[in-house]
């Protein structure tokens, strides 16, 4: 390769795989699952579609990458040395993340698509549902940890009666879910914990 070479020879270019991860959340939001296309990524992205054919199968793999990405990244909860400030802090991040980011947007597009595709459905939950679970389990282990929590609390089923609450309301009701709302849900769900 002669020093003119701009590609990455070991795979796909970072700068160019963010760009299209970029455009797929960015078209996502303007156009709806319906109206997203390959060919739309790869304009706005500045690649080609072939490119793009290469790295990824189909828009829905675009959308599920840049949606796994994007989770890791926002929603890895921050060590405030308690039970109860992990989880006001993190149900806020949460809400926030579901109802007013792009990668919003794109999971729910993934839930309202895996409703119709039971391929997709597992990969959604097998893959990033599942990782973001144990992220959002890690306040419950650091609290179980510092000897806030017995160790015979189910933590995977405190997890997902706090989580199910606001995927509902994003999912189902559509109704706001503010600090308003998720910090006196941490308050009134500690308590029915045992300790």
């Known amino acids: 390769m002669g020093a003119d070479h701009h590609g990455n020879r070991y795979g796909r270019s970072?700068?160019?795989?963010?760009?299209?991860?970029?455009?797929?959340?960015?078209?996502?939001?303007?156009?709806?699952?319906?109206?997203?296309?390959i060919e739309k990524i790869a304009a706005r992205a500045g690649v080609a579609k072939q490119t793009i054919y290469r790295w990824w199968p189909s828009k829905v793999d675009i959308l599920?990458?840049?949606?796994g990405d994007d989770m890791a990244k926002a929603l890895t909860p921050a060590d405030h040395g308690s039970l109860a400030a992990d989880l006001r802090e993190h149900l806020a991040a949460v809400a926030d993340f579901l109802t007013t980011n792009d990668a919003g947007a794109v999971y729910r597009a993934l839930v309202g698509q895996a409703q119709h595709d039971p391929a997709l459905a597992t990969r959604l939950?097998?893959?990033?549902?599942?990782?973001?679970?144990?992220?959002?389990?890690?306040?419950?282990?650091?609290?179980?940890?510092?000897g806030e929590l017995p160790p015979t609390l189910d933590l995977d089923l405190a997890v997902q009666r706090l989580m199910a609450v606001v995927h509902y309301r994003v999912l189902v009701?559509?109704?706001?879910?503010?600090?308003?709302?998720?910090?006196?849900?941490?308050?009134?769900?500690?308590?029915?914990?045992?300790?």
């Open 14 to 37: 970072e700068a160019a795989r963010q760009a299209v991860l970029e455009a797929a959340d960015d078209l996502l939001v303007e156009h709806g699952f319906a109206g997203l296309t």
């Open 64 to 67: 599920l990458d840049a949606f």
């Open 125 to 146: 939950r097998d893959t990033h549902l599942a990782a973001q679970q144990l992220r959002d389990r890690l306040p419950f282990d650091r609290a179980l940890a510092r």
């Open 173 to 195: 009701t559509g109704e706001p879910v503010s600090r308003e709302f998720t910090d006196p849900l941490v308050d009134s769900f500690l308590p029915t914990l045992p300790l």
